[in-house]
């Protein structure tokens, strides 16, 4: 990606992290081996889809073991969702391992698509 | 010296045979460790720290000897099994007889995804999901729903022309065979296919479902045909990489095997063709 739409993005995200609200800006993310830009903080959301709540956002400080989503996280009915962040910036989820989507909203929503309705069970903390 | 065979060329005795060598490791508890494992690595690994099972060079040597494992706990159940591989480029429909009752059945029905046929149907009793990532403890498929088709023999062509086995950043986004092998750029050919069963084989418990040895014997196969094919190419990094496992390190979760003595599979054993 070009710089100025690099600048762009991490501008967006800037203001996102004051209105909590707004675009999605992940899938414009920086590439991986560039450690000196960090990828911006996706969007939070607190959503009902297909009957139930799908929430995301920035980790707690409380010393989460599996932190793969770039300090973010997805809950499923108040159950985290196991997330991870690809290097171009898209996301997998436990349930979606081989398909990455462009936010962890779009994962949160092919979960609950995946889960039918099941219960998402609480992954091992080892 | 064991023979791994096209799945499609496999008599009704030796499917038998593969089926309940299978069916006994999931009764002994062996099969769900190898659930387990699985699923802890690919919890794990990640494009910018520690990598080994995924999203890495050593993809192809991880999954190889994960499958030697699995292939020798077979083994100790009944010593004529062999791995068979799924040519899925070929045998590409859901009419294909991997697909039959007496293998590894069909699809599942389509109001909850449950397989309904075969040996491992959960109405047979004998294939509890016990490492799962949610409430459902059946197993399921959903062939050909996500996505619609698998990769053709070009598509495959075009992977295994790729003169490079890997490249920096040694991660999902790097060009070279192995990663659009394992298919987070390009074509997209191992990924796809797990999307394509769809159900536990699309998610990080993959290996509930018998399938997950057919692909990646196949993937493994394909290895040797392009190490076949480029035969100057070897496996890179060599040396000095950070979270990426060298040529000459040692894989956890064994420590004590690396990608270098993993490269030759003619020494545990042959293809059919
Ligand atoms: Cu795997
Ligand atoms: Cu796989």
């Known amino acids: ?126 | 010296m064991t023979v791994r065979k096209n799945q499609a060329a496999l008599t009704t005795d030796e499917k038998k045979r593969f089926v309940d060598a299978v069916l006994a490791l999931k009764r002994s508890g062996r099969y769900d460790d190898f659930v387990r494992t699985h699923n802890e690595f690919i919890m794990s690994d990640t494009d910018t720290g520690e990598r080994t099972g995924h999203r890495s060079p050593s993809f192809l040597p991880w999954h190889r000897r994960f499958l030697l494992d699995f292939e020798q706990a077979l083994q100790s159940v009944d010593s004529s099994v062999a791995l068979p591989y799924w040519d899925w480029s070929s045998d590409r429909t859901v009419r294909a007889s991997l697909w039959a009752p007496d293998f590894l059945g069909g699809t599942g029905r389509s109001t909850d995804g449950r397989v309904m046929d075969g040996p491992f149907a959960a109405a047979a009793g004998n294939w509890p999901m016990n490492v799962r990532v949610d409430g459902r403890t059946f197993l399921r498929r959903s062939l050909g729903t996500a996505v619609r088709e698998l990769p053709t023999r070009a598509e495959v062509e075009s992977v295994l022309s790729m003169s490079t086995y890997d490249m920096a950043p040694y991660n999902s986004a790097s060009d070279g065979f192995r990663n659009n092998l394992e298919g987070w750029r390009g074509v997209n050919l191992h990924n796809r296919v797990h999307v394509w069963v769809g159900g536990q084989m699309a998610t990080g418990v993959s290996p509930n479902d018998p399938v997950f040895w057919l692909h990646h014997a196949y993937v493994d196969k394909l290895w040797a045909e392009w190490q076949r094919r480029h035969p100057d190419a070897g496996y890179v990094p060599t040396g000095g990489t950070p979270d990426v496992v060298d040529l000459d390190e040692t894989m956890k979760p064994w420590d004590d095997v690396r990608p270098a003595d993993l490269l030759d599979h003619t020494k545990f054993y042959t293809f059919d063709s």
């Open chain 1, 1 to 126: 990606m070009p710089d100025i739409s690099r600048r762009r993005a991490l501008t967006a995200a800037a203001a996102l992290a004051v209105t909590a609200t707004a675009v999605g800006v992940a899938a414009t993310a920086a590439s991986a081996a560039d450690h000196t830009h960090p990828m911006p903080m996706p969007e939070t959301f607190d959503e009902v889809y297909k009957g139930r709540r799908i929430q995301g956002r920035p980790m707690g400080g409380g010393g989460h073991h599996h932190e793969h989503g770039g300090g973010f996280e997805v809950l499923i009915d108040g159950v985290q969702l196991h997330l991870m962040r690809n290097a171009d910036g898209t996301w997998i989820s436990i349930v979606s391992h081989y398909d990455p989507v462009a936010t962890p909203r779009a994962a949160a929503r092919a979960a609950v698509d995946e889960l039918q309705g099941a219960p998402l069970l609480p992954f091992p903390a080892n």
